[in-house]
């Protein structure tokens, strides 16, 4: 069996995707996935790839980020709050 070296976290992405699709009998790309496969078809230059991660990234980034401001929000949390939180350790014990 050979190992297989990732060099970013795409390459894991295609791999478990392309390992997906020859493990299964058919496989349905959402709209998302096709677009996504019809933006690469056109040109593969490293460059390219390397742009498109950054963009993606920086999609998922933004969006976690919102979610995390809204949460800090929503919690009516500051600092003293999480300076608090750092000293509780609550465990479950061992069964």
Not at 28 to 49: A, C, G
Not at 54 to 82: F, H, P
């Amino acid at each position: 069996m050979v190992k297989k070296t990732f060099h970013n976290p795409f390459d894991i992405i295609i791999f478990a995707a392309e390992k997906t699709v020859t493990t299964m009998q058919t496989a349905t790309l959402n709209p998302t996935q096709r677009y996504l496969l019809h933006l690469f078809s056109f040109d593969y230059s490293e460059e390219n790839k390397t742009d498109m991660q950054q963009v993606i990234t920086g999609y998922y980034y933004d969006k976690v980020r919102k979610r995390a401001g809204e949460l800090w929000n929503s919690l009516d949390l500051n600092q003293s709050k999480l300076d608090e939180m750092s000293s509780i350790h609550e465990r479950l014990p061992y069964q």
